[in-house]
């Protein structure tokens, strides 16, 4: 099934450890629309500027594939509305710089990016469809969430 014009629901759903350890990663109908939002208001904007094939390395987690990875029931993953991806070629910094001055999102997260490594880390980004978008940027450097991409 296609969710825009270059993505995919299986390139959303993916996920090794969830096929490693046997966990159902099936969304919901309500998930498959926030994850179509989610490309065509994040990923296929990104896809048409930098003209680069990717494909995201985290998108849809059912509750029980967060909770086995130890993040949260709550995540944005587990709603279909985050996507944590990168562009080959592309310095993630750069990245996460335009999607926050060219598109709307809900969160916007640089993580475990270093300066000086511009492979480094990856974009985490989110899109409510239905609810107003905080346009929340933050770094983690894997102890402290900053407000703020730099």
């Known amino acids: 099934m296609k969710l825009s ?3 995919s ?3 959303l759903i993916k996920s090794q450890t969830a096929t490693r350890l ?10 498959i629309d926030n994850l179509k939002a989610l490309c065509e208001n994040i990923l296929q904007p990104v896809r048409e500027h ?5 494909s995201p ?3 849809y987690r059912s509750v029980a594939l967060c909770e086995a990875i130890g ?9 279909g509305e985050a996507v944590d991806f990168e562009v080959p070629g ?3 910094l750069s990245l996460a710089s335009w999607i926050s001055e060219h598109l709307d999102f809900d969160q916007l997260i640089l993580e475990f990016y270093k300066e000086g490594d511009p492979n480094s880390g990856w974009v985490h980004c989110s899109f409510k ?16 969430y900053k407000r703020g991409l730099n």
């Open 5 to 7: 014009k270059n993505f």
């Open 9 to 11: 629901l299986n390139e």
């Open 22 to 31: 046997g966990i159902d990663n099936t969304p919901t109908d309500e998930h």
């Open 50 to 54: 930098y003209g680069v094939s990717f």
């Open 57 to 59: 390395s985290s998108g």
């Open 71 to 79: 993040s949260s029931a709550k995540s944005q993953h587990a709603k």
């Open 90 to 92: 592309v310095d993630n």
């Open 129 to 144: 469809d239905k609810a107003s978008n905080r346009r929340e940027c933050l770094r983690f450097d894997g102890k402290e």
